[in-house]
């Protein structure tokens, strides 16, 4: 117990952040290709690194802001929630970055491997992923470990730290989903349909914009997203269980308080073993490959929990055994995998969802929206049992605090899931990259595979997310509950209706809010590589050399893209901070508690039918690619692009972010309940 | 009092019935036109008997069934109350029919009268609204009164007369909408996109079918779905007024009990009175008559309650005053107009939200489709807002009772609300048959400013159904949790939780499903057409000449889209009712109560959301017909058209069908509670 407590989350934070650090090293030690491919890859980078630059800047303004806020904050405030809060939103931020630079340095050494083998490829692309999980998982397990053991804050001060991993993550998702979606959407429709040039051809002025969004989108955005989760449900655990322990004892020393932090901690090292077994130079066992790394860190994460967990007997407490705790931890774990894989199917090619779509799409345009619509809604379905049976197990053993350990459960090997999903983004950016240097067919057919299975390995990855997302949110809502005192929460209650209605009605109008902001950013973009096409003379021969007076204006589309990005995310931000204060504030905790129901219920549902129909839209459009239907250039094709480009902001801006925005309106609801409390009074 | 119970409800039953007989004879009184005209109406009128029959036949199977379930039920059944879901059953049935035969009559002599003035035909289009009104509140206030009053039923009995209302409503919706769509989309895709002929042309095998998609779906589904509203938000007020009466006093001589059936019986006298006041022969003043209708009914029917509420004075028990109750119905009848104000804004041709869309459509279909659907999303924020003030106010005044007497409220001008929004239908329907028989354009014309107003009370009445329909379900809802005993329906209770993402997951799946058989009924529809112009030689040049080789098999059409939707309403019905009859069962009645909460917030969004995009859609696409952004034969009214499409079974289909689904899971619920708290013993 003694080393648990004071060593294992130390050591397995630092062991997460020297693989990180060694494996970066590894991708950096990667040849990266010829002039061409460097002077592309660095306009990348820089265009990701502006945007990253302007974006962190702007949230400076809003961390100082909220962090001043917590600062004066009569009751839930104070120096150390504060403190804590910057030290979250710095280590989302910084997770964001590390991600992101190291992937796109990958990017290009991927496509150069990809050169001569897949498998050299393959190992590039997941390392990178890799470094993005391992400085998640890392950061995560050090900053609660450094605030809770290191410098004894209480958990409500604690929670500052996940407040400010949630409010950057909300703005990261949005604004990068933003980002990514405007380029994709200026590159396609003016340099794909009315420009007819290849998708990634270097004459597209957007092109590098299109590939510095995938980055600042689908890896720094996801990384947020992750570490947010990853880091609220340790805290909502622990939480509970300290509402659990027995009177007069240290926090630090009740174990149903320490045991997250050490799951989380030996999930780093499960992670690390399950990703010696991912390799392969097989096309077809890519999945199998991943899969297999993903399956066998879970096994030993079980080991781990098992010793864990009956460690110390019955120390619990009574009615709670070490097997309760355990099962609590492998139910979440394997509904993670059960969701991706309902996930998987519902957006896979080779099921069939995705041919319904794809075979819709001979009838035109309506036909393909329509059974995407019902496809993504359908999806909601299996999911949510799913999620229902585990809240149901996992709170028939533990209570509440089951179905928070069961949220750990299910993130707890994210260090390799996180790599996993991550890697597909890189894999596409190294194809893109093999298309814009110019390179042999071949080397675009293996980062082709590679792409293609990161598809699916992202749909489980959205599983992740999603499942978590709804099990964490439910964590802090119980915690919530039990902070709120003898209130009634009885969705009788009037109040609690009322909450209800604007909590359900909240994940629409941020949809809403979210896919206007990417079409309005599409448009600023659409103008800006319509001008240059106009305006730059001899555009369309230019042949990739650099500083030829023909060059498309890349940093213009970067910066537009970016500027309006940065424009459009505040007010979705400002809908998902302020809607919780100010029904706290002024409709009281009661109808605050209704609005988290709520917007969990309708939310969790939004995600998957936004995410699904995004997903099996893209696949759809890419079975037909493939010369199913007519293949590339047919009128289903052309039906099928609709549905993909509807699906865009769908998959990579509204439905990702929904997931956001329940955990960032939860944690600041059980962060600010003591003020509410007070201020209702 | 005396008067009140024995009497009143009785005579305004009668005198709705008698005036729904003497404007049906006065519709009839109208000349019905050419023969040619006569000869396509009768088509018409036949192929919706035709598709009622069979429908009707196969609900009989249905009620069969569910009655004989009703009557062996050992709690919460019996006898009578197998009769009165017969009879409610019945009923809804009746007034569907009623007011399709009536429509279809109505619509050739509409066309005939606009050959003269449009004062002439926009009486009689709205004429026939009204004895569908009237229809419905006398056959609702008759039947409860019948049963209540006539036959001193329990109310627990009574109950199921709304049960066999909301069954068949559930049908009625969605059977009539797939057979709408399903015709729309076959008559639109084959006839004007791929064989290029007009809207309406009766070359188009399917555009009989179109037409009596029109009056099966908008007029008889509508009606069916306003008499469950009307008849449930009734005995939902009563049930709860029962609980707040005095001991030993009889239910029929309960003042809080009688009240909302005085409400809806002196309803129907205001809204006759306001019938009075709708006439114009300005086209630019048709909106403003049946409004100022639509008003004059509200004053009367606030006088009228003002007396009611009043009469009995300090009568209604302690803490509750005749104005209480007064106030309460006035904020629900006020909240119905701003709900149906707020639906026409997001929905109206004139304003920011269809102009942006049109606006889109320049830049393709995708663009359409996303704005859309963020239009439809983001509507659903001022209608809650609206409903949470009304929950807010009400039940300050009265309690719970006060939410229910709301509903009452916002439904009791039904009679005439429904007059004017059911002659949309007629208009639409008057305005294809002046294109089919080839009548001179101004007919047209004065049909087409008669139909564009209908657009926009259709809106309106979307409002009161959307509306009545949350407050309706959360009655219902107030009278579960007041059965339920002393169970914990906290929402921090599991179980709670279980039941509410399943039930938050229903509107979805519920949606998908509906969706997904419009287009597998349309596709069978479009076989069909694409096979008559095929095989039929000359078809053509057919010029409407009875009994012509050449003519089109109007009649292959309607069958096929009769037997298609009768196919595919099966399972989204079934779905309906088995949830909560399983999760009551199984999951026992706190999860069952989550159910219904969940449902209640998620599906209400889906509902706005899928009417007010449709909506949209609809009118961008005509706001482009008018000249805008290119007008007809554009890029940019192709990509309305495809919004329109897509929107098509989001109004008319799933969006309506919702509200049903909301209510009847209610109903289904509190009916059968006590049976599934006996099963959980």
């Known amino acids: ?45 820089d ?16 961390v100082v802001v909220a962090g001043a806020g917590l600062y004066v904050l009569p009751e839930g405030g104070g120096l150390h929630t504060m403190i804590a809060f910057f030290s979250g939103a710095f280590a989302s931020a910084l997770a964001g970055w590390i991600g992101m630079h190291t992937a796109t340095r990958a990017a290009v050494r991927t496509t150069e491997a990809a050169r001569e083998s897949l498998a050299g490829a393959l190992r590039i692309a997941f390392n990178s992923g890799t470094v993005m999980g391992m400085t998640v998982v890392g950061l995560g397990v050090l900053g609660i470990t450094v605030f809770l053991l290191g410098l004894n804050y209480n958990l409500q001060q604690v929670l500052g730290f996940s407040f400010g991993a949630s409010a950057i993550a909300l703005f990261a998702r949005v604004g990068g989903g933003i980002f990514t979606k405007a380029a994709d959407v200026g590159a ?43 880091v609220g449900s340790i805290i909502a655990t622990m939480i509970l269980g300290a509402a659990l322990g027995a009177e007069g004892v240290a926090v630090v020393d009740q174990p149903l308080v320490i045991l997250p932090l050490s799951i989380a901690a030996v999930g780093i090292i499960a992670s ?12 077809s066992k890519i999945h199998g490959a991943l899969f297999k790394g993903l399956i066998v860190a879970s096994i030993i994460l079980l080991a781990f929990a098992y010793y864990l967990t009956n460690m110390a007997g019955a120390n619990f407490g009574e009615n709670l055994t070490g097997m309760d ?49 019902a ?49 597909g983004p890189v894999a596409d950016n190294a194809g893109g990259m093999a298309e814009m240097a110019g390179l042999p067919p071949e080397v675009r ?9 990161g598809n699916t390995t992202a749909a489980i990855g959205k599983g992740f997310a999603i499942g978590s997302a709804a099990l964490t949110a439910l964590a802090f809502f119980s915690a919530y509950a039990a902070g ?8 009788d209650n009037p109040q609690v209706v009322i909450g209800m209605f604007i909590g359900a009605m909240l994940p629409f109008l941020f949809a809403a809010m979210t896919m206007e902001a990417v079409g309005k950013a599409a448009f600023a973009m659409i103008d800006e590589v319509r001008r240059q096409f106009r305006e730059i003379p001899g555009i369309m021969e230019y042949k990739g050399e650099k500083g030829a007076p023909n060059r498309p204006d890349y940093d213009a589309c970067v910066s537009i893209s970016t500027a309006s990005s940065m424009k459009e995310m505040v007010m979705p931000g400002v809908l998902a901070i302020a809607a919780p204060v100010l029904v706290g504030m002024f409709g009281g905790v009661v109808m605050l508690g209704g609005l988290l129901a709520g917007s969990l219920a309708a939310g969790v549902m939004m995600a998957i039918f936004m995410s699904n129909a995004g997903g099996a839209w893209d696949n759809a459009k890419k079975l037909i690619e493939t010369g199913e239907h007519g293949g590339k250039g047919s009128d289903a094709h052309k039906a099928a692009v609709v549905g993909d480009t509807v699906g865009d902001p769908f998959k990579d801006t509204s439905g990702p972010a929904l997931n956001i925005l329940l955990k960032l309106m939860s944690v600041v609801s059980v962060l600010l309940l003591p003020f509410f409390i007070e201020f209702n009074k």
């Open 272 to 283: 690390i073993i399950g990703t010696f077994f991912v390799s392969t130079n097989d096309e």
């Open 47 to 62: 265009g990701a690194r502006a945007f990253l630059i302007t974006e962190y800047k702007l949230l400076s303004i809003f």
């Open 325 to 373: 705790l355990f099962y609590s931890i492998a139910v979440g774990l394997a509904s993670g995998v059960a969701i991706g894989k309902i996930t998987e199917y519902y957006t896979a090619m080779e099921c069939t969802p995705v041919k319904t779509i794809a075979e819709q799409a001979k009838t035109g345009e309506a036909t393909t929206i329509i059974s995407g619509l």
């Open 445 to 453: 057919e293996r980062t082709d595979s590679l792409d293609a299975v």
């Open 188 to 230: 396609d429709l003016v340099g794909k349909v009315e420009a007819g040039i290849p998708e990634d051809d270097i004459r597209n002025p957007a092109t590098i914009a299109d590939n510095v969004g995938d980055n600042v989108g689908d890896v720094a955005g996801m990384g947020a997203d992750l570490f947010e989760s990853f």
């Open 375 to 423: 496809v993504g809604m359908k999806s909601t379905a299996l999911p949510v049992i799913v999620i229902c049976i585990t809240i149901a197990v996992s709170y028939s053993l533990c209570g509440t605090y089951g179905i928070a350990l069961a949220a750990v459960g299910m993130l707890s090997t994210l260090g390799i899931s996180l790599g996993v999903d991550a890697y």
């Open 484 to 491: 709120a005192g003898d209130v009634n929460l009885s969705i």
């Open 1 to 45: 117990m003694e080393f648990l407590t004071s060593n294992l989350p130390w050591i397995c934070a630092g062991i997460a952040l020297v693989a990180a650090f060694v494996i970066q090293k590894k991708v950096m030690a990667a040849p990266a290709g010829n002039d061409t491919m460097q002077s592309l890859a660095s306009a990348i980078q």
